[in-house]
């Protein structure tokens, strides 16, 4: 393979490589660099990669975890790319930058750029209606677990109730890859600690335990918000710091921001 011009870019720690499909033989194996570059200690390190074509309002985009698999959307992963976007529009002017729109396998998600500062980029992504919401009784090892099962463009697994370590590793873990989820699932558990505030850790599909995510965020606070109390304005707290999800009238509305890291040539393989 000839040297790659890749680019690593994180939002609250979630972070993914984006790579030009134009840069991309192909017959090149994708699921096999995704698990290449994605390698924490043999490659560049990130939770997914994102192969990209640009657009003349944004660009199109398709998502791997780190482990290869597809995935329909991130909203970080999104954000990512756009702030990569709005770095090569020139200077960022908040306000006055038409809106950033990424196509992904969930559908067109239309991005505002409200700040840039010291490097960051602040979006407010529009992520959709939350679709396929219930609530459910899963066995997981034998033990009754109550989660509200959903889908934000992928699917979405939320357990309400204490948020650790050890149920992230045992009932988190042991969810993502329940038979009851044909697709596998993210996994998300969740505490409502005030009506705006519910505190999450995630274990992600294809992934395991990351900092933050987008749409786990989306589909916490509709968990919440539909059976745990929440406003239908909420901060979500996750190990990487905290994203503001709206749920109105229009859909779920995501706020927080992604700041690019590097841009790198992989020399590795395939």
């Given at each position: 393979?000839?040297?790659?011009?890749?680019?690593?870019?994180?939002?609250?720690?979630?972070?993914?490589?984006?790579?030009?499909?134009?840069a991309?033989?192909?017959?090149?194996?994708?699921p096999?660099?995704?698990?290449?570059?994605?390698?924490?200690?043999?490659?560049?390190?990130a939770?997914?990669?994102?192969?990209?074509?640009t657009?003349?309002?944004?660009?199109?985009m398709?998502?791997l975890?780190?482990?290869?698999?597809?995935?329909?959307?991130?909203?970080?992963?999104v954000?990512?790319?756009?702030?990569?976007?709005?770095?090569?529009?020139?200077?960022?002017?908040?306000?006055?930058q038409?809106?950033i729109?990424?196509?992904?396998d969930a559908?067109?998600?239309?991005?505002?750029?409200?700040?840039?500062?010291d490097?960051?980029?602040?979006?407010?992504a529009?992520?959709g209606?939350p679709e396929?919401?219930?609530?459910?009784?899963?066995?997981?090892?034998?033990?009754?677990?109550?989660a509200?099962?959903l889908r934000?463009?992928?699917?979405?697994c939320?357990?309400?109730?204490?948020?650790?370590?050890?149920?992230?590793?045992?009932?988190?873990?042991?969810?993502?890859?329940?038979?009851?989820?044909?697709?596998?699932?993210?996994?998300?558990?969740?505490?409502v600690?005030?009506?705006?505030r519910?505190?999450?850790?995630?274990?992600?599909?294809g992934?395991?335990?990351?900092?933050?995510?987008?749409?786990?965020?989306?589909?916490?606070?509709?968990?919440?918000?539909?059976?745990?109390?929440?406003?239908?304005?909420?901060?979500?707290?996750?190990?990487?710091?905290?994203?503001?999800v709206?749920w109105?009238?229009?859909g779920?509305?995501?706020?927080?921001?992604?700041?690019?890291?590097?841009e790198?040539v992989?020399?590795?393989?395939?």
């Open positions: 393979m000839m040297p790659l011009m890749l680019v690593k870019a994180h939002a609250f720690g979630n972070d993914f490589i984006l790579v030009e499909s134009r991309i033989s192909g017959a090149a194996d994708l096999a660099l995704a698990r290449a570059v994605c390698s924490r200690h043999r490659g560049i390190g939770d997914g990669l994102i192969v990209y074509s657009t003349p309002t944004g660009a199109s398709r998502l975890n780190a482990d290869g698999s597809r995935s329909e959307v991130s909203g970080n992963g954000r990512c790319l756009a702030a990569w976007i709005a770095s090569q529009r020139g200077v960022p002017m908040p306000g006055q038409a809106p729109e990424i196509e992904t559908g067109l998600k239309r991005l505002e750029l409200l700040a840039y500062e490097g960051r980029y602040t979006f407010r529009e992520m209606m396929r919401i219930a609530l459910e009784t899963i066995d997981v090892g034998g033990a009754p677990v109550d509200v099962t934000v463009g992928n699917p979405q939320v357990v309400l109730g204490d948020v650790t370590e050890e149920r992230l590793r045992t009932v988190a873990s042991a969810l993502a890859v329940h038979p009851h989820f044909a697709e596998g699932t993210n996994v998300e558990l969740a505490a600690e005030a009506p705006d519910v505190r999450i850790l995630i274990w992600e599909r992934v395991g335990p990351t900092e933050a995510s987008g749409t786990g965020a989306c589909a916490a606070a509709v968990a919440a918000i539909q059976y745990g109390g929440a406003a239908r304005d909420v901060q979500i707290v996750s190990p990487g710091g905290s994203q503001r709206e109105v009238d229009d779920l509305f995501l706020t927080g921001w992604a700041e690019l890291v590097a790198v992989w020399r590795g393989v395939p």
